[in-house]
């Protein structure tokens, strides 16, 4: 766990798991040697042997009375076509409340896009049924999102739909929102397609500092230097490529803590130019 406060705003990182294995089953440009190359990586994001630090956890926002959790992760005893996501038992939900956040006290769940390691503790089976797990939450969906991987028919994507997504929608407890929707004066979306057709990245601003929460707009902070590197799971490569780009102009050397979702710890830092590019600097304090 880590916490850090932006104004009165603050961060809680809650880690579901840490993995290092090769960046080529989601950057299929990250191998081994490409990696190697990038020395500026480690220690933090990658080991000399070129093989990558990656993380899947949750950022739970604290902003004007809200508790909102910002993705959940892949969650326990679901069945996934990649092994080792597979009918996981992670400590995840009780790490969650020895962080200081018990389930009832969560007020809103946002998910970035509708990916299966983003919507996974959105329910928990109870009983043989998949019911939502902060049941005193409203679960904030995009509109975009929702009304393209409702439809959905292959294997990978529909199993996280019915059993993470639709159970929250069929309880009434989802609100379809806009990429731009504003969940207090310090914490609003912002649109970032491309990785998927409705993603959307989290901006909070409060008190003269400011932080940004990626999403999958980045998997990893090597795609600061490269920014044409594409997720092999991006639904449009052309419009993720042009999105990582945009978004490396918009935040490059300005005060801005950027939160990798996917970034090992310390998973935050700034970006910053070097040698007519980018690069991710990691955040120390």
């Known amino acids: 766990m880590n916490r850090w406060e932006i104004g009165r705003v603050r961060i809680t990182r809650v880690v579901e798991m840490?993995?290092?294995?090769?960046?080529?089953?989601?950057?299929?440009?990250?191998?081994?040697?490409?990696?190697?190359?990038?020395?500026?990586?480690?220690?933090?994001?990658?080991?000399?042997?070129?093989?990558?630090?990656?993380?899947?956890?949750?950022?739970?926002?604290?902003?004007?009375?809200?508790?909102?959790?910002?993705?959940?992760?892949?969650?326990?005893?679901?069945?996934?076509?990649?092994?080792?996501?597979?009918?996981?038992?992670?400590?995840?939900l009780r790490d969650l409340e020895q962080a200081g956040f018990p389930r009832d006290s969560i007020t809103h769940v946002l998910c970035t896009h509708l990916h299966v390691d983003h919507v996974g503790w959105n329910t928990m089976l109870v009983e043989g049924r998949w019911v939502p797990t902060f049941a005193r939450a409203r679960y904030l969906i995009g509109r975009k999102e929702w009304a393209h991987w409702s439809q959905a028919t292959d294997k990978f994507t529909k199993d996280p739909i019915d059993d993470s997504v639709r159970p929250v929608v069929d309880a009434g407890l989802a609100?379809?929102?806009?990429?731009?929707?504003?969940?207090?004066?310090?914490?609003?979306?912002?649109?970032?397609?491309?990785?998927?057709?409705?993603?959307?990245?989290?901006?909070?601003?409060?008190?003269?500092?400011?932080?940004?929460i990626t999403g999958d707009l980045m998997h990893h902070p090597v795609q600061c230097a490269h920014p044409e590197w594409n997720c092999g799971f991006d639904s449009f490569p052309d419009e993720a490529r042009a999105t990582r780009r945009a978004?490396?102009?918009?935040?490059?050397?300005?005060?801005?803590?950027?939160?990798?979702?996917?970034?090992?710890?310390?998973?935050v830092g700034h970006i910053v130019t070097h040698a007519g590019g980018y690069r991710f600097r990691a955040f120390e304090g």
């Not at 440009?29 to 093989?51: H, K, V």
């Not at 005060?255 to 998973?267: I, N, R, W, Y």
Request: hydrophobic share 35%; glycine share 6%; net charge negative.
């Open 18 to 92: 840490e993995t290092v294995s090769k960046g080529t089953f989601v950057l299929p440009d990250a191998t081994l040697e490409n990696i190697q190359r990038e020395a500026w990586l480690q220690p933090c994001f990658a080991e000399p042997s070129g093989r990558v630090r990656m993380s899947i956890h949750a950022l739970v926002l604290e902003s004007e009375g809200r508790r909102i959790v910002v993705d959940t992760c892949l969650g326990n005893d679901k069945p996934r076509m990649n092994p080792p996501w597979n009918m996981l038992q992670t400590a995840f």
């Open 175 to 212: 609100d379809l929102v806009e990429d731009t929707h504003r969940l207090t004066s310090e914490v609003w979306l912002e649109p970032t397609p491309g990785h998927t057709p409705g993603h959307f990245s989290v901006r909070i601003a409060s008190q003269g500092q400011d932080a940004v």
């Open 247 to 267: 978004f490396l102009e918009r935040y490059g050397d300005r005060p801005v803590l950027v939160f990798g979702t996917h970034f090992a710890t310390p998973s």
